[in-house]
């Protein structure tokens, strides 16, 4: 089972929910999952894009109204 760690970015326009997030990812060992909390809709475009550029999985993402979280498996 992998831990799961959160990120509160609400409130956070871009690019720092982004940068919140990278800098969380370097304190996480492989495996282990992210949940981000935002409330800047770009986030659910930037963090997908993130990801795949520095592999991490990106395993869902959930919006009700303006809150969206976004979960992210840490890959390396």
Same mark, same amino acid.
Request: with cysteine.
């Given at each position: 089972?992998?831990?799961?760690?959160?990120?509160?970015?609400?409130?956070?326009?871009?690019?720092?929910? @982004?940068?919140?997030?990278?800098?969380?990812?370097?304190?996480?060992?492989?495996?282990?999952?992210?949940?981000v909390f935002a409330t800047d809709?770009?986030?659910? /475009?930037?963090?997908?894009?993130?990801?795949? @550029? /520095?592999? /991490?999985?990106?395993?869902?993402?959930?919006?009700?109204?303006?809150?969206?979280r976004i979960r992210v498996r @840490?890959?390396?």
């Amino acid at each position: 089972m992998s831990r799961l760690e959160t990120l509160d970015t609400r409130g956070l326009l871009c690019p720092l929910p @982004v940068i919140r997030t990278q800098d969380k990812i370097k304190t996480l060992a492989a495996g282990m999952l992210l949940d981000v909390f935002a409330t800047d809709p770009g986030t659910l /475009h930037d963090i997908p894009a993130w990801c795949r @550029v /520095h592999g /991490h999985e990106l395993v869902e993402t959930e919006r009700e109204g303006r809150d969206i979280r976004i979960r992210v498996r @840490v890959c390396k």
